[in-house]
């Protein structure tokens, strides 16, 4: 039955294909010479690199604490033409989420297409087409290389089983060493068709498509049923429904740039690469994102635990929190959900942790793995960067302010009012009274890393500030019950900690006793403007941006620096210099397939982490609240979107904010907002403008205003009537039902 439904489904027009697909094409005629260029395979379960020689699962950690790193699976996904090929044409297809290798030899044509499917997360796929440019050739053969690479050191693997049914392998083991000695050993399940030293095609064939599967799981049912599913699917309805669930992701959010090709493949790169270690489905079972993505984290170097030129050995950072979540929860807020469901995970580690160390509440590593221990190297980062708890507690905030109500209560319900009350009580049992009365915290590390060990650091104290008034943001939603004596207490301490002001210079200090004539390895008080949105004068922005720019080090975590010192110029509409850091940022893009890295290739120490996905949230944020000015306030969300560099006529579609679907797309001098779907019919999207008048949206018209900075606030519906105006593709697109056919499939 389920066959049948496929292919009747097979027969339907591609719902999303007035989209310009070439947007999402990155094409080369060689590969990039540095492999860790190549691009990533992955969908949010697994995840591999193009060519590689190893496949890795979300959550599969092998070493003890700090040398805990992502086990490496040995490939059997990578696959290659050996025989002398006379052309080859390299695609990365992110619309599709397929990678396209073309070799031309010189009686056939090779087309192999490589992915980790979509729908079925623990597989990942090989189609090899051989395709005769010989008609009358009698027969065919082309020998194909498979790169497993060495054996494993993660895993105790059993032998291998071979089944000649299905010509197929299995495999299963346990990893080597836990996190702790009290984690458990995880296993996986590796089920693999056997792969030939050659195909063929005989004298009667023209074309012939071969399918290979590799299916991984950490249980063997899991693992043994997707496996049977897809060798029971056909190569073209396996692809087709691959496809069409990346194109669903596409459908639910992207940025649109008109007249400028390059600049809209890096940013479609951008969400390509965040996405591909996302999953696709809301998920309890998520082990949360790391620098490097789901596509990298083994141990490269041996005798090295973690770190940047290990990928930072899959572990989870503030990068999740700060960095990555913002800009993918202004289109894709499951996902944003999901990611605080990794940091909700080890709530009852992280309270032991805060226990240990002498405070109440919970309080979270620097480097978070598998069981939320500490797992970070470098000592000093784990004792004293702190601030990654209130980073948390930030994300929270950011996530209730862009959600409904229902959503909303839903994450604090679900352990988020537990984990928001457990931060705010760390918080109160770190800071310490002083003798003037206010509140201060020593013995930290802020962002910059080149300085620890510091007293008042700034960034972490405000952030701390944020952290124990979420809680009163909480009650005053009426989002949950909370005790609101306790709540009191909060706002009475967050009140009071000190937040360094130099008055005589018009500027933040960094830190107690910080001088100007030191560098800091990347932007620090500059997010106190951004993402943190502490009230101050344009003069003082002003003065931090300045000051802290002439002191950062020019080779430090680019990307997180410049995007926000992009946001920061943008706010004090300086285009120029927003232009100039905005750009600053391409210098760590490497290779036709726009992989990110740590650090420019040509630093002192090399590119350092790379699909440094870090990045590519970064260049997002620069996009969607720099020049796209969106800033999430307590009962509104301002808007104050500005020209890219010379681009006048750019767009952000399908993006969310409670419970509302929108696009919004400046023209020139012209903004354009439409409300393409709603949660909620009894409530509207209003347009707020400067003259205090409100705009009420209705659901498929466009509103078109000469202002450029606007503010959306939901308000009660003067109408229960709802004003659709969809066609029946936005319905299809919007609503998700293509989604749900697929998950219908799952039960067929």
Known sequence: MAMVFIGFLLLLPCIWGGNDQSDFILKSASFPDDDRFAPPIGNGYLATNVFSDAIYVDGVFNGYRV????????????????NDVISEEYSLDMWNGVFIHRANLSDCEVETKTFAHRLFPTLLIVLVKLTKTRPYHSCLNVRIHQAEGKPTTDFNLSSIMVNSNYNSGYRYGPIRQPETNTS???????????????????????????????????????????????????????YWLHCKTWQGLWGRGKIKIF?????????????????SSLPAKKTNSFYGLSPGGLSRGGKLFANVSGGPHNDYAGHVFWDMDTWIMPPIMMFFPDMARTMIGSRLRVLPVVKKRAQKNGYQGAQFPWEQAFTGYESCPWKPASDYQIHVTADVALSIRHYLAVSSKERATELLNSGGKELTLEIARFWMSRVTESV?????ITGVMGPDEYHFNINNSIFTNYNAKLSLELPHLVMKRQLTPVNKTEVDEFLKVSNKIRILYDQQKDFHPQYDGFSLKEKIKQSDVVLLGFPLQMNMSKSTRRNDLEIYENVTDKYGPDTGTWSMHTVGWLELDQPQRAHQN????FRNINGPFKVFSEKPVDSSDGPR?????????GLLQAVVFGYGGLRLKDDHLEVSVSSILRISTWAM???????????????????????????????????????GSSHPLHTGKVKSVL????????????????NYNHNSVQTLKSSGILLAVFNLLLIL
């Open 653 to 691: 579609y399908d993006l969310k904010y409670r419970g509302f679907t929108f696009d919004l797309q400046l023209n020139d001098d012209k903004l354009s907002i439409t409300v393409t779907d709603s949660e909620n019919q009894n409530k509207s999207l209003a347009v707020l403008l400067r003259d």
């Open 67 to 82: 040398d805990s790193h992502r086990a490496r699976i040995p490939s059997t996904a990578s696959l290659r033409v050996v």
């Open 436 to 440: 003037t009365g206010d509140y201060v």
């Open 259 to 275: 007249g400028d090709d390059d600049l809209q493949k890096t940013i479609n790169a951008c969400f390509y690469h965040i996405l």
């Open 707 to 722: 202002d450029k900075a606007i503010k959306l606030r939901v308000e009660e519906s003067k109408t229960v009537v709802d």
């Open 609 to 617: 982490c790379v699909n440094f996905i870090t990045a590519a949230g």
């Open 184 to 238: 458990i050993l995880t296993s996986i399940h590796h089920f693999w068709t056997l792969v030939p030293a050659s195909l063929s095609l005989n004298s009667s064939q023209e074309s012939q498509t071969f399918k290979f599967v590799t299916s991984i799981h950490t249980n063997k049912t899991e693992s043994s049923r997707r496996f049977t599913t897809a060798l029971s699917i056909s190569s073209d309805e396996l």
């Open 582 to 585: 905005f750009k600053m940022m």
